[in-house]
């Protein structure tokens, strides 16, 4: 029998308690950047491609359930069993604006074009704050079935997904009329939600199914089963060839995207994984468990069986992010002042 190489992660401390979300930046000017919230209440910015720490966002009072960056990882939002939503310049750490709830806020999600913050949580009621006139009350969508457990933004801010914590499916909105156009069901609750970088698949996870969804036309294209329950999963974005799962049997494992075939188990968390994420251009992936560390897998060499299948869909020429993007390396955390400049740049153009 062949030895499986035995993947060594890179293991990120730092958090005190269970981490229940990750997300990832798109390639920026300055690399890309992971985000982590956990139920510690502290929030924290790390280099994307070392796991380095930059920074811990200090300022919530609960468990924070949600985090994410905006689309040039210069804001951070974060959601809050505190009843508030945050949102944080991501270069400095400073709180930006608070905004209240009644209720604990599960999920929250910039739009693409960083203007808006979308929010739910325990209220049932999805909520899209306008980042340019903070003070201005935000507009409610229609009441959501159920206490909302995921969100996200599709179609160029057009619609807006949901899933909820006590009853199974996907639900989408129109951000125009607030109504739900469509829903996607599932027998479970989808824990996890992501919508893939080229906007094609909705991925999510339910019970211990992973499914890939036609985000435009809201077919199912694929349902695997998992050895276990799956609380997160995560599309490989590149090549979308595979992608990665991890839940209740503290295993992070990666499948085959055309086959459902297990490619690769890494184990090492001491927990429950609650989130796996790939990063923006899928040399690696990372995970956060209820053991309170992030450990970021790197996704290895295309094979050359892989190499040469990819070459016949043809979607290697399709590449949004090349390599060397991806590989150029972050000097230290010097962007502080470029970003500030670049800030005043972007406001003296609007």
Same mark, same amino acid.
């Given at each position: ?66 985090? +994410? ?29 608070? &905004? $209240? ?6 999920? +929250? ?102 499914? &890939?969804?036609?985000?435009?036309? =809201? ?19 590149? =090549? ?50 209820? *053991? ?31 390599? *060397? ?19 005043? $740049? $972007?406001?003296?153009?609007?």
């Amino acid at each position: 029998m062949d030895k499986k190489k035995v993947a060594v992660p890179l293991v990120c401390h730092g958090h005190s308690r269970p981490v229940v979300d990750l997300f990832y930046s798109p390639v920026t000017p300055d690399g890309f950047f992971l985000i982590s919230a956990s139920k510690d209440s502290s929030p924290m910015l790390r280099n994307g491609e070392t796991g380095d720490w930059i920074g811990t966002f200090e300022g919530h009072k609960g468990a924070v359930w949600s985090c +994410c960056l905006d689309t040039n990882a210069l804001r951070a939002a974060t959601a809050s069993a505190d009843f508030s939503t945050k949102v944080w310049d991501a270069l400095t750490g400073d709180e930006l604006h608070s &905004f $209240e709830h009644k209720h604990i806020v599960r999920a +929250c999600a910039f739009s693409e074009d960083t203007h808006l913050l979308l929010t739910g949580g325990v209220e049932k009621i999805l909520r899209i704050y306008d980042l340019n006139r903070p003070d201005a009350p935000p507009r409610e969508v229609d009441k959501s079935p159920g206490s909302v457990r995921t969100v996200a933004w599709l179609h160029s801010d057009q619609t807006i997904l949901s899933s909820c914590t006590d009853m199974g499916g996907v639900r989408l909105w129109d951000v125009r009329s607030g109504k739900i156009v469509q829903t996607l069901e599932t027998k479970s609750s989808v824990t996890s939600a992501e919508v893939s970088q080229d906007g094609r698949y909705i991925t999510t996870a339910d019970g211990s199914s992973v499914k &890939f969804w036609d985000a435009n036309y =809201y077919g199912l294209v694929k349902s695997y089963d998992m050895p276990c329950n799956v609380e997160s999963a995560s599309l490989e974005p590149k =090549y979308g060839n595979k992608f990665a799962a991890g839940g209740e049997d503290m295993w992070v494992r990666v499948f085959d995207f055309h086959t459902g075939n297990e490619i690769a188990c890494n184990k090492g968390h001491h927990g429950p994984v609650h989130c796996v994420r790939f990063s923006p251009g899928g040399e690696s992936y990372a995970s956060g468990s209820e *053991d309170g560390t992030i450990r970021i897998w790197q996704t290895g060499p295309l094979t050359q069986e892989e190499s040469e299948a990819l070459a016949a869909n043809g979607s290697i020429e399709k590449v949004k992010v090349t390599a *060397d993007e991806v590989s150029r390396k972050i000097e230290g955390f010097h962007i502080a002042d470029e970003g500030k400049s670049k800030e005043k $740049e $972007e406001a003296g153009e609007e």
